[in-house]
């Protein structure tokens, strides 16, 4: 067998630098070129970095605060193992139609097997240079190597040996100069291993089974046995997802909505791709738009007609960001889409009959998409004391109590001074203004009743000033 | 009917000033209340309220603030002490004291909530309510009709309990529907109605504070927290007109019988000390003095010299004055049974530092060597209890903890608390979070602050990190975070300090549970017992203590003559002592051995013991802070004459050359030349401990300058020392325990200058303590000349031992070094070990050790005299055959030995032995130290290291001359104190050296200086006048490349 082990060290920094955007699109955004680390919080270490970090002299292994001491200013990318996760399987899609035997075997390294593929490629080279070039096309950064299993062929790559071996003779010696840290076994196997003076992996072969066998466990023995590439490996391998799901890190912090388009129009363009491969198309899709530290936002689009190009949800996906707004700068998008139809003849008939229908959707969801969904809300009541924010605050929640007696049908938009006489009959409640909105003032508000029999919410400010505030039905 | 007493017009005449608020959290309801106890009854005071009760969530932890600050402001305002509760969603109610049996009652409801949860929480029982006899009860309906009825129809069953309606008019659109069902409840159920406002902040401005804790409290942010926060400022304290107009006069009427009937008061608490002490037939004073005689026999042999006699004499009568026997006498029989388990102890503090507590071996400070009178620290007029902390063995301290609650029994005895308080870092991150800030931003800005910073403060450094000031939300971070600091965050447990009284201590003050198992706290932390006149008793762990204990135990095994404390002492001062301490050779001695502490040595050259007191309390941020250091040194090196500006400060600096270095001098300062009161000195003294969290020292600013002008002082000399004061705040040292510390900073350096095996050895088998690694301690010992062999299966005990080959005392380490071998196993291999030790690997491997035990011995190399290399025994201990049954069982060794012999059965071999530097690596994997190479000595071999200049040959150097060092940096340190400058300590195998980098240079060579762990200097060696040899980092090179794996600590300042 003949196994090719691809191990993408920096993955999450190449989905942050590969946006995907033309060079002018860049240019526009003025998307930096300064130092990049990313950093693992769990572990307080730098996981990826740079040329420009290291250029720094940050290391990978550093802690945040040193990275921070040698480079004030560089940019900061959380590691996140779902995320490069994601991009491994958009890349093992890619692969997918090259090469029907890939393992995915954590969440930045993939195997591939070659040994099945060779004669359809007409040799090792061709075979090798097509995957490559599929995956020249991702400006991803890996390090790889061949071997007759795939843990052979993993410490090869984890070392960085980067050559492609046919022969086993090639192997061997690769194999066998390999420190014995790169090699898959428990961290407490190496660790009983080099406290015995063997730190390299021709030291371990050498030795003869039976004396590891009396020291160590079967799944010690067995792992050795891959290691030389005695046994048929047992992996499950990949198998493409049935919905569409694209994932895009974005090269720096977007606070302007504006500026998600050229990256949300590249996913849409990926999807595109795989509504044509498949003959496809779809009425719904979702945007998930990740931040740093508020809940990923949500964003659905849905079309009254199946739409399969990506100029077709462009236009809507552009009246619908007009009215985003975004809790605080994106860090990345997610394009998922898993309702799709069969394009087909019939289904043109079939919408045709069904106009006005299709017309009163389309209506609605242009003006939802383009003035947003606070114009179209039923009328309902928020989470605040304060009446200004009554109608536009966060939705009341079925656990908060409501317990004051004086909210009104109507609320003015604005208090309107008070012009006509009335007769208090129920107050004073009095409400402190919320102080992190407006400058502080309290009011004492009444119901109170015109000679006409209209009864009103009314309040008197701090200066003694009589205004109207709503009004009960 | 339950009805109030008193008529209509009593209550008109007494109008509109007569109001009581009976239910008011302060911010000891934590997250809850936002204002402080004693910003409650000043306010309440200045209202005119009659009375105020403090009634935190089931506690107490705020009333004796509240008591303190009426005694201290002499307001008119009575204070009624009483706790809030939530039984469950369907009741909620405030019991009352009303006098101390209510008191009593109170206490042990909340101790019983509280123990039955975890720290911080309480669960109240059914089973509490019906004991209730004495409190006064005041309920709070829910508005919930069904529960009300329930719960009215229950109270009313309980005869015992008076029951009163709490009524609650807030303006909040309800009130309407809390009136009409107040007097449903009342008229149904004939309980009285009482006006309650249910207080959380002394003022309306501070709603938003308080919007803040509860947004803390709920997890979310000021946005979010909707309908649930307040609506407005009405629980506030208001003014008594506007409650007249709030509630119907009948309900204030009520309220005011209800107050009046409380009648209890904190100062009727009488601690009692547990009287078990005493032997029948004797008073306390009598026993005392019994006490103190049998000690002066011991303490002076010689004769009482009469001048002695007379502060005795003096002690005594004051002793007795201030009833304070009991407390000694407590402290005297704790520090007996120390005595009599060996344990070695060491008092401390104004009060240790007397004749009595010498005469009664509380201390060893021999009271003639020190200025330091018992008088001045039990002062009649200041009514404050003693201060005696005492310091024992930490590895033992958990003997004296368990007597103390053996002798007086869990009920009687309990840890005071401490109250954590909101720092700068808390308070900006939760005032942050709760206004919406990312929590990753808050982290960043909270890193880049230089707190530290003198000349920008913090408020003006956030506009660099992004925030811009005059953005509204970032200026109620600032306002708010201002406002937040200080305020109470939970309770934790001290230290140390154990209250013990003659009942149960619950009915004095509620205990709840502390974090640690089977510890339990009070509610009140060592002011408020200070506060109070209780006394607690402070059992402190010092490892020092326990070094020197053991250092003594291994001289007396060798001589007729028992060296002690009191012996070493009694020697008087020692000039090779001192000549050492000179030089700075203070590695492992007690308080004088950090960097600070050793650089500072030569400059001081101290010569005598008093000498040391003050070396002790001059390298401290207090004194170094309030530029202290310098004028000091420049008289005691008589280059410049000490001059006055009254009789009154001669007096009180006489002694520190006119420099006040000392916590107590700057008191006396206060009242010699500011005239401060003794009461007022001693709320100076609290506000100094205290600046940083509450700022309270500035009040006395003014008063204290104008009072030094008044007597005719120079303004300078007033502004310069209410900065001092400043600086000392949180960082003085009380000359009183300087005192009690240079006594064993001088013992330690007498041992490890007479004794060093013995010190040595000691002091590594009291590790973890100190500032040194074993492997520090261990190059030290090698420096002085000592042979240290490493662990080994035939000659280590289980801890380190002194072993005398030829004459020669040297340094045998124990196994309890090897990393992953267990004490209890490392005891089996010592006590199955043959008399001749073990001659094979085999007899080791028949004690029945874990297989990674044995392991670890052999990468430790402790099988090194019977077997091969470590590499290869390790092998064989890792072979699963070898611990097959043939080898189980009682088989005498020597059957094992000829079935399984080595030279009989195939021996495993692994083929390859580790080199020298593997071995280095090993040791410091298994034992973290070695004994044979440092790593520096295996380097000089590979590389031509010739133009390197070594630590021990930098004294050769011409000064200012240029040198090129290298060495393992062990230290990187960068002080406040230091504006800017970096210590680095680098080690190489002849010693360590001391490297000054400046921070322009750092800045220029930042990646090497932050990450070489091998460096490498070339700079300028400077010898100062005293001794002191630096080098001031020019260029700097990375060599860690050099050590490849070889890892040694680095105490990184990051």
């Known amino acids: 067998m003949l196994w090719a082990y691809l191990y993408f060290y920096q993955i999450t920094l190449d989905t942050h630098q590969e946006s995907g955007l033309s060079p002018v699109d860049s240019a526009h955004l003025e998307i930096p070129s300064s130092p990049v680390i990313v950093y693992c919080e769990k572990t307080n270490h730098i996981v990826q970095r740079n040329h420009a970090a290291l250029q720094q002299g940050i290391e990978i292994g550093h802690g945040l605060a040193q990275a921070a001491a040698l480079c004030p200013h560089v940019c900061i990318i959380p590691f996140n193992v779902d995320n490069e996760h994601l991009t491994l399987t958009q890349l093992a899609h890619r692969l997918y139609p090259l090469a029907s035997d890939i393992v995915l075997d954590t969440h930045n390294t993939l195997a591939v097997r070659l040994d099945n593929l060779v004669h359809y490629y007409g040799g090792h080279k061709a075979l090798w240079s097509t995957l490559t070039h599929e995956l020249s096309q991702s400006n991803v950064h890996y390090h790889f190597a061949t071997a007759w299993s795939i843990e052979a062929a993993k410490v090869l790559a984890l070392k960085g040996i980067d050559r492609y071996y046919d022969n086993h003779d090639d192997i061997r010696q690769s194999l066998s100069h390999c420190p014995l840290s790169l090699t898959a076994l428990n961290k407490k196997t190496k660790e009983a291993l080099t406290r015995v003076g063997i730190h390299r992996v021709h030291q371990l072969l050498a030795m003869p089974v039976h004396e590891l066998g009396r020291r160590f466990d079967n799944n010690t023995i067995t792992y050795l046995t891959a290691l030389r590439g005695e046994v048929f490996p047992r992996v499950k391998l990949f198998r493409p997802a049935e919905h569409f799901e694209h994932f895009a890190l974005l090269p720096f912090d977007v606070e302007n909505t504006q500026h998600l388009i050229p990256f949300m129009e590249k996913l849409l363009e990926y999807l595109a791709h795989y509504l044509r491969a498949r003959n496809l198309q779809t009425s719904t899709l979702s945007f998930h738009i990740a931040f740093r530290d508020q809940p990923s936002n949500h964003l659905e689009i849905k079309s009254a007609l199946p739409q399969s190009t990506s100029d077709s949800w462009l236009s809507l996906l552009k009246l619908r960001i007009e009215n985003l707004v975004l809790p605080e700068p994106a860090v990345s998008l997610t394009l998922r889409c898993d309702n799709f139809e069969a394009i087909d003849d019939n289904n043109g008939d079939f919408f045709s009959n069904r106009f006005n229908d299709v017309a009163q959707k389309q209506l609605i969801g242009r003006l939802n998409a383009k003035l947003g969904e606070k114009c179209t809300f039923k009328p309902s009541i928020s989470n605040t004391h304060q009446f200004e924010y009554m109608s536009n605050g966060p939705r009341l929640t079925k656990e908060t109590v409501f317990s004051s007696d004086i909210v009104p049908t109507f609320l003015f938009e604005a208090p309107k001074p008070l012009t006509q006489s009335t007769q208090v009959c129920f107050g004073p409640v009095r409400l402190h203004s919320e102080w992190w909105h407006d400058a502080p003032h309290k009011r004492d508000y009444f119901i109170a009743q015109t000679r006409q029999g209209v009864r009103m919410l009314i309040f008197k400010d701090e200066a003694s000033k009589w205004w109207a505030q709503g009004l009960f039905s | ?1054």
Request: proline letters at 4%; aromatic letters at 10%.
């Open chain 2, 1 to 1054: 009917m339950k009805q109030a007493s008193g008529g209509h017009k009593a209550y008109l005449a007494n109008t509109p000033m007569n109001y009581s608020e009976l239910f008011c959290q302060s911010h000891y309801s934590f997250l809850t209340g936002a204002s402080s106890p004693a910003e409650l009854v000043t306010t309440a005071s200045f209202l005119g309220y009659q009375a105020i009760a403090i009634t935190d969530e089931c506690s107490v932890a705020g009333v004796v603030r509240a008591f303190d600050e009426i005694n201290h402001q002499r307001l008119s305002i009575k204070l009624i002490i009483g706790s809030y509760f939530v039984f469950d969603d369907s009741l909620s109610f405030v019991l009352l004291c009303p006098n101390k049996e209510a008191y009593s009652e109170l206490c042990r409801i909340i101790t019983n909530a509280r123990r039955r949860s975890e720290k911080g929480e309480y669960q109240l029982a059914e089973w509490d309510l019906r004991t209730i006899k004495h409190c006064q009860f005041i309920w709070l309906p829910s508005g919930k009709k069904e529960y009300d009825d329930r719960w009215a129809t229950w109270l009313a069953k309980q005869s015992a309990i008076n029951v009163y309606i709490g009524a609650q008019r807030l303006l909040d659109g309800s009130d309407h529907h809390r009136f009409e069902n107040c007097n449903y409840l009342q008229t149904t159920y004939e309980l009285p109605v009482i006006a309650c406002t249910g207080v959380l902040m002394h003022h309306s401005e501070c709603l938003p504070l308080q919007h803040v804790l509860h947004a803390t409290r709920v997890h979310t942010r000021i946005d979010d927290i909707g309908r649930a926060a307040l609506s407005n400022a009405e629980r506030s304290l208001r003014t008594t007109q506007k409650i007249k107009k709030l509630y119907p006069e009948k309900w204030l009427l009520n309220t005011n019988n209800l107050a009046s009937q409380c009648s209890f008061c904190l100062s009727e608490l009488c601690y009692q000390y547990p009287a078990e002490l005493v032997p029948s037939g004797y008073t306390p004073t009598s026993y005392l003095r019994v006490c103190v005689e049998k000690g002066i026999k011991r303490r002076f042999p010689d004769g009482l010299p009469p001048e002695i006699s007379a502060i005795i004499e003096k002690e005594l009568v004051l002793i007795k004055e201030q009833e304070y026997e009991y407390f000694f006498l407590t402290i005297y029989d704790i520090v007996q049974f120390a005595k009599q388990q060996g344990i070695l102890y060491q008092g401390r503090g104004s009060a240790a530092n007397s004749v009595v507590c010498y005469c009664l071996e509380i201390t060893a400070v021999d009271p003639r060597q020190i200025n330091v009178l018992f008088e001045r620290f039990i002062s009649k007029e200041r009514n404050e209890p003693p201060d005696i902390d005492v310091d024992f063995e930490h590895q033992r301290r958990e003997e004296i903890i368990q007597y103390i609650f053996r002798k007086y029994g869990r009920e009687r005895t309990a840890i005071a608390a401490t109250v954590i308080c909101y720092r700068f870092k808390s308070a900006f991150k939760d005032v942050g979070k709760a206004l919406g800030f990312s929590e990753s931003q808050l982290d960043f800005v909270i890193k880049q602050i230089n707190r530290r910073d003198r000349v920008i403060p913090w408020k003006s450094q956030l506009s660099d990190l992004g925030l811009d000031p005059s953005n509204k939300r970032v200026s109620h971070l600032i306002n708010l975070t201002e406002q937040l600091l200080g305020t109470p965050r939970h309770l934790s447990q001290h230290v140390g300090g154990f209250v013990i009284s003659a009942g149960p201590l619950y009915e004095l003050v509620p205990v709840e549970n502390a974090a640690m198992p089977e510890r339990t706290i009070i509610q009140w932390d060592k002011d408020d017992i200070e506060a109070l006149g209780l006394l607690k008793v402070d059992v402190l762990a010092l490892g020092m203590l326990s070094a020197i204990r053991r250092t003594f135990e291994l001289i007396n095994k060798q001589f007729p003559v028992e060296v002690n404390i009191p012996f070493i002492t009694k020697l008087g001062d020692d000039k090779q002592v001192f000549d050492m301490i000179c030089q700075a050779d203070t590695v492992g001695v007690f308080q004088i051995e950090s960097r600070a502490q050793m650089s500072m040595l030569p400059r001081l050259k101290p010569r005598k013991y008093y000498d040391l007191v003050v070396q002790i309390a001059i390298v401290r941020p207090g004194p170094i802070q309030g530029d202290m250091v310098h004028p000091y040194l420049i008289r005691r090196h008589g280059n410049e004459v000490v001059s006055y500006p009254s009789k009154d400060v001669e007096k009180v600096l006489s002694r520190t050359m006119g420099v006040p270095i000392f916590q107590e001098q700057v008191i006396q300062l206060a009242m010699v030349a500011a005239g401060f009161s003794g009461g007022e000195a001693d709320q100076l003294r609290r506000a100094m401990a205290s600046w940083k969290k509450d700022g309270r020292i500035f009040e006395f600013r003014d008063k204290l300058i104008k009072g030094m002008t008044d007597k005719g002082y120079d303004s300078g000399f007033a502004h310069n020392l209410f900065e001092q004061i400043k600086g000392f705040a949180g960082y003085g040292f009380p000359e009183s325990h300087s005192a009690s510390f240079a006594v064993l900073a001088y013992v330690s350096c007498w041992l490890k200058f007479y004794f060093p095996v013995e010190f040595y050895t000691a002091l590594l088998n009291s590790w973890p303590m100190g500032f040194y690694t074993p492997s520090q301690l261990v190059q030290d010992a090698k420096r002085h000349g000592i042979t240290v062999y490493p662990p080994c299966i035939n000659n280590s005990a289980v801890e380190h031992l002194m072993v005398v080959e030829n004459g020669q005392k040297q340094l045998q380490l124990g196994l309890i070094l090897v990393k992953g071998l267990s004490k209890e196993s490392a005891e089996i291999v010592v006590q199955q070990r043959p008399k001749k030790g073990f001659s094979t690997v085999n007899q080791v491997r028949q004690l029945n050790l874990r297989s990674n035990e044995l392991e670890a011995l052999a990468s430790a190399d402790a099988f090194r005299l019977i077997s091969g290399n470590r590499y290869e025994t390790r092998w064989q201990m890792m072979d699963s055959q070898g611990s097959l049954p043939l080898f189980d069982g009682d088989t005498c060794y020597q059957e094992i030995d000829s079935v399984y012999d080595n030279s009989k059965v195939e021996k495993p071999l692994l083929g390859h032995a580790p080199s020298e530097a593997q071995n280095l690596l090993e040791d410091y994997a298994s034992t973290g130290l070695s004994v044979s190479r440092h790593p520096i000595s295996l380097l000089r071999q590979e590389k031509d290291l010739s133009r390197i200049s070594w630590a021990n040959t930098l004294a050769g150097k011409h000064n200012r001359s240029v040198v090129s060092i290298l060495g393992a940096v062990t230290g990187r340190q960068a002080p406040g104190t230091a504006s800017g400058v970096t210590f680095l300590t680098l080690e190489d195998d002849t010693g360590n050296i001391n490297v000054v980098v400046w921070q322009a240079t750092a800045r220029a060579q930042q990646q090497v200086f932050l990450k070489a762990k091998l460096l490498q200097v070339n700079g300028i060696v400077e010898h100062s006048k005293e001794g002191v040899i630096h080098v001031i980092a020019g260029k700097l090179i990375d060599r860690t490349a050099w050590l490849e794996t070889i890892a040694i600590p680095s105490r990184d300042f990051h």
